[in-house]
T-cell receptor, first 114, second 109 residues
Framework: GAVVSQHPSRVICKSGTSVKIECRSL??????MFWYRQFPKQSLMLMAT?????????EQGVEKDKFLINHASLTLSTLTVTSAHPEDSSFYIC??????????FGPGTRLTVL | DAKTTQPPSMDCAEGRAANLPCNHS???????VYWYRQIHSQGPQYIIH???NNETNEMASLIITEDRKSSTLILPHATLRDTAVYYC??????????FGAGTRLTVKP
């Protein structure tokens, strides 16, 4: 149990385009979902936290208009990177947390912006 | 900022126990200690968590000191597939999970 999926696993896009990444909790309902970013040889950095039906809470320095997060249901959250640029190239990882329980992470999405 | 400190790297011989330490001297009474690991280019994998009692599951054992200021993750018989970065985490004041640098464990044949 406690499986989190992400789609796509890998995406390459041109600079200026937008990319949507989906995160799904497959066998549980997630009250809260999280988005992280990881650059090469670095640790995971929390970008934002979202509760179902509410606006996401973004970490300082993360542009909410650039990284659009939608948590429309208890099993799905999406992250849209708008007008992507090469510096947005990174490994994006989501996680989901059932109420008052531990977090489970997705396999990650590697974004490359050309 | 992470509320834990871990050694940056450790080596372990295949088949031996791997003991990964973590300091969390500012932990409060109701905060759990979580352990995850990340194998290259994958999402973090949950290993175990505990509050004050020692815990064991099919993956590992977690030993928490009586004062709760430190803990040790034990992989009883390390294999090459256990090579990964291991993260010890205490949730922040908003119950968010923040990652430090972790310990890079290399299991050697």
């Amino acid at each position: 149990g406690a499986v989190v999926s992400q789609h796509p696993s890998r995406v390459i896009c041109k600079s200026g385009t937008s990319v949507k990444i989906e995160c799904r909790s497959l066998d549980f309902q997630a009250t809260t979902m999280f988005w992280y970013r990881q650059f090469p040889k670095q640790s995971l950095m929390l970008m934002a936290t979202s509760n179902e039906g509410s606006k996401a809470t973004y970490e300082q320095g993360v542009e909410k208009d650039k990284f659009l997060i939608n948590h429309a249901s208890l099993t799905l959250s999406t992250l849209t990177v708008t007008s992507a640029h090469p510096e947005d190239s990174s490994f994006y990882i989501c996680s989901a947390r059932p109420a008052a329980d531990t977090q489970y992470f997705g396999p990650g999405t590697r974004l490359t912006v050309l | 900022d992470a509320k834990t400190t871990q050694p940056p790297s450790m080596d372990c011989a295949e088949g031996r126990a791997a003991n990964l330490p973590c300091n969390h001297s500012t932990i409060s009474g109701n905060e759990y200690v979580y352990w995850y690991r990340q194998i290259h280019s994958q999402g973090p994998q949950y290993i175990i968590h505990g509050l004050k009692n020692n815990e064991t599951n099919e993956m590992a054992s977690l030993i928490i000191t009586e004062d709760r200021k430190s803990s040790t993750l034990i992989l009883p018989h390390a294999t090459l597939r256990d090579t990964a970065v291991y993260y010890c985490i205490v949730l922040d004041n908003n119950n968010d999970m923040r990652f430090g640098a972790g310990t890079r464990l290399t299991v050697k044949p």
